[in-house]
């Protein structure tokens, strides 16, 4: 699995999992912290659609942090103030870097909170379609 799609997963699910899979790493290996969490703004980037320029919309909050697990540096960033977050993150981040073998049934669980994360935004797409108003069905 990609950086991209554990980090979202992460994000996106229960911030229990990653507590929980940072203090597996926690327990087993030393873990020193090179950036301690702090906050930071980032500028956001989006591609208007029409001329397919990009322009800076404004800035967004963000909490960052670094860390190293056994010689690999991970690094957490989550939007707005969650330096818990930004720090397991990072522990999680050094782990994958570093080929750790307890990241290897990690796969399965990101896998498993993939698929409720996909069925929170089915029912919460479901939601909002059953307010949507049909035009056609109306007379003018």
Not at 2 to 10: G, N, S, V
Not at 12 to 24: I, Q
Not at 52 to 65: A, N, P, Q
Not at 87 to 109: C, M, N, Q, R, S
């Amino acid at each position: 699995m990609k950086r991209k799609q554990r980090t979202e997963i992460l994000i996106e699910g229960s911030h229990e999992l990653a507590k929980s899979l940072a203090k597996e790493i926690e327990q087993k290996y030393s873990v020193s912290v090179i950036q301690e969490p702090e906050n930071g703004l980032v500028m956001l980037k989006v591609r208007e659609t029409s001329r397919k320029s990009l322009f800076y919309l404004g800035e967004v909050l963000v909490t960052e942090c670094k860390a190293r697990v056994e010689g690999k540096i991970g690094i957490g960033i989550v939007k707005g103030d969650h330096p818990d977050l930004a720090y397991h993150l990072a522990v999680i981040d050094a782990a994958f870097l570093g080929d750790l073998p307890e990241t290897k049934p990690w796969t399965g669980i990101f896998e498993i909170e993939k698929y409720y994360i996909e069925q929170k935004r089915k029912a919460k797409n479901e939601a909002i379609l059953r307010t949507k108003v049909s035009f056609e069905t109306m007379d003018v």
